[in-house]
């Protein structure tokens, strides 16, 4: 998943392995589970043995941990689910790319993260299955930008969306009331709200008063990867045109960055790599963008010793960074039942239940109405109503285009770009030029 799960290298390893937060909702309790005699349906091999479905993930995705498939289970006697995960997606998508070509070595279930969803639907669409008249999938129970990403341009959806990744501001309030600037997190989204400028000029009253070691935000590649998610054209146009070097909101999202880094804003880091794991540890930065997956990740670097002094904050602006889908091959040897299975993992009240148990925001807004989502606070970050907040920034997001090479073009961005601006003061008309060329090799352009 982008949601939690970036796409390559270290970011997989990272993401993936912590999308669990501490919710907690007051009395709300699960979504109720379907009726086992409703929900039964018969399904058995030619010669009368129990199917086995087999769904391939890539690191953690939390369904088998919240217990998804043992109430699949029990709810189909005659089915059993076995997951298999890599650690990497890295790993896992070439494998993938690999296995849907030859038609074989496949799962009956596939994850997908959304940084690669574009390429597999336009490359590989023949050869997955059709989701979207499955019965049970409605497609006004998902977000409209999220069901979007998952139907190819011939109309058909054959990709279900899993999670997603809604942004805010997760921020120190202990740094924040000693450099003079207000704690309460309604207060603090007043600071920027509306307009991603606002908080670089949070940024720089913070600096005025800033405790001595610390920095306003971690990196200028987290503000750039942020204030891009909020855009309504990112990295492809709808006609899947790769337009990065002339859209203007890269290019915002680009000089904003700059203007952090060269304003002495940001405390210089890489973003999942151990110094910056340290420095939630050290209190070295007073915010950072914060997708609904990334509360786990603070809450586990920062440790006990944050829990109190971070909270949580809307976003300027509301986007998406992460989020997941499964498809089902078509050369699968149970492709109905395999069909069923990943309507049933998608539904809303899955969705509400997994978001309950394991912290991954639900791309199925339907859900958002349930007591486990609607209700849940998170006790680390001040009691934050993590489930409100995040589901005002779900229903916001822009319905942007995702196109093949998402992944590649952001890291690259972030990587080659944005780094050498943030941690060697490289001037930003030059590494614009290197970055546009290291991404014209890359894509063989």
Same mark, same amino acid.
């Given at each position: 998943?982008?949601s939690?799960?970036?796409?390559?290298?270290?970011?997989?390893?990272?993401?993936?392995?912590?999308?669990?937060?501490?919710?907690?909702?007051?009395?709300?309790?699960?979504?109720?589970?379907?009726?086992?005699?409703?929900?039964?349906?018969?399904?058995?091999?030619?010669?009368?043995?129990r199917?086995?479905?087999?769904?391939?993930?890539?690191?953690?995705?939390g369904?088998?941990e919240?217990?998804?498939?043992?109430?699949?289970?029990?709810?189909h006697?005659?089915?059993?689910?076995?997951?298999?995960?890599?650690?990497r997606?890295?790993v896992?998508?070439p494998?993938?790319?690999t296995?849907?070509?030859?038609g074989?070595?496949?799962?009956?279930?596939?994850?997908v993260?959304?940084?690669?969803?574009?390429?597999?639907?336009?490359?590989?669409a023949?050869?997955?299955?059709?989701?979207?008249?499955?019965?049970?999938?409605?497609?006004?129970?998902?977000l409209?930008?999220?069901?979007?990403?998952?139907? %190819?341009r011939? %109309?058909?959806?054959?990709?279900?969306?899993?999670d997603i990744?809604?942004?805010?501001?997760?921020?120190?309030?202990?740094?924040?009331?000693?450099? %003079?600037?207000?704690?309460?997190r309604?207060?603090?989204?007043?600071?920027w709200?509306?307009?991603?400028?606002g908080y670089?000029?949070?940024?720089?009253?913070y600096?005025e008063?800033a405790?001595?070691?610390?920095?306003f935000?971690?990196?200028?590649?987290g503000?750039?990867?942020?204030?891009?998610?909020?855009?309504?054209?990112?990295?492809?146009?709808?006609?899947g045109?790769?337009?990065?070097?002339?859209?203007?909101?890269v290019r915002?999202?680009?000089?904003?960055?700059t203007?952090?880094?060269?304003?002495?804003?940001?405390?210089?880091?890489?973003?999942?790599?151990p110094?910056?794991?340290?420095?939630?540890?050290?209190?070295?930065?007073?915010?950072?963008?914060?997708?609904?997956?990334m509360?786990?990740y603070?809450?586990?670097?920062?440790?006990?010793?944050?829990?109190g002094?971070?909270?949580?904050?809307?976003?300027?602006?509301?986007g998406?960074?992460g989020?997941s889908?499964?498809v089902?091959?078509?050369?699968?040897?149970?492709?109905?039942?395999?069909?069923?299975?990943?309507?049933?993992?998608?539904?809303?009240?899955?969705?509400?239940?997994?978001f309950?148990?394991?912290?991954s925001?639900?791309?199925?807004?339907?859900?958002?109405?349930?007591?486990?989502?609607?209700?849940?606070?998170?006790?680390?970050?001040?009691?934050?109503?993590?489930?409100?907040?995040?589901?005002?920034?779900?229903?916001?997001?822009?319905r942007?285009?995702?196109?093949?090479?998402?992944?590649?073009?952001?890291?690259?961005?972030?990587?080659?770009?944005?780094?050498?601006?943030?941690?060697?003061?490289r001037?930003?008309?030059?590494?614009?030029?290197?970055?546009m060329k290291?991404?014209d090799?890359?894509?063989?352009?």
């Open positions: 998943m982008w939690g799960r970036r796409s390559s290298g270290v970011y997989g390893i990272a993401l993936a392995l912590l999308l669990g937060a501490a919710l907690s909702a007051g009395c709300a309790t699960d979504p109720a589970e379907p009726s086992p005699a409703a929900a039964r349906q018969r399904s058995v091999n030619e010669d009368g043995r199917i086995t479905l087999t769904v391939g993930v890539f690191g953690t995705f369904m088998e919240a217990g998804l498939y043992d109430t699949y289970m029990r709810l006697p005659d089915i059993a689910v076995r997951q298999t995960s890599l650690t997606n890295d896992y998508y494998q993938l790319l296995h849907l070509t030859a074989s070595g496949l799962a009956d279930v596939q994850a993260e959304v940084g690669n969803i574009a390429e597999v639907l336009a490359t590989q023949d050869r997955l299955v059709e989701l979207g008249t499955v019965p049970g999938v409605d497609r006004r129970a998902f409209p930008w999220k069901w979007a990403q998952g139907t %190819g011939d %109309g058909r959806t054959r990709a279900l969306g899993t990744g809604p942004q805010a501001v997760c921020y120190r309030k202990d740094l924040f009331a000693r450099a %003079g600037l207000p704690t309460e309604g207060a603090v989204g007043r600071l709200a509306g307009d991603w400028r670089l000029a949070a940024g720089l009253r600096r008063r405790p001595e070691g610390t920095a935000t971690d990196s200028a590649s503000v750039m990867a942020a204030v891009t998610a909020s855009a309504g054209v990112r990295f492809y146009d709808a006609r045109r790769l337009v990065v070097a002339e859209n203007p909101a915002e999202a680009w000089d904003l960055a203007a952090f880094a060269r304003r002495g804003l940001t405390a210089r880091l890489q973003q999942f790599t110094g910056w794991d340290q420095a939630f540890a050290n209190g070295r930065f007073a915010t950072v963008a914060c997708p609904a997956w509360l786990g603070i809450q586990d670097k920062a440790g006990p010793a944050g829990r002094r971070w909270d949580v904050a809307a976003a300027p602006r509301p998406s960074w989020g889908f499964l089902v091959p078509a050369a699968g040897r149970h492709r109905e039942e395999a069909a069923r299975l990943a309507a049933w993992l998608t539904a809303p009240a899955q969705q509400a239940r997994l309950a148990r394991r912290g925001f639900p791309s199925a807004s339907a859900a958002y109405a349930l007591p486990s989502v609607a209700g849940a606070r998170h006790p680390y970050f001040g009691d934050a109503p993590v489930g409100a907040l995040f589901a005002a920034a779900a229903r916001g997001v822009p942007a285009p995702v196109g093949p090479k998402d992944a590649l073009v952001a890291q690259t961005l972030a990587d080659v770009g944005m780094l050498q601006i943030d941690q060697t003061g001037d930003p008309d030059e590494a614009w030029r290197a970055t290291a991404l090799n890359a894509l063989d352009r």
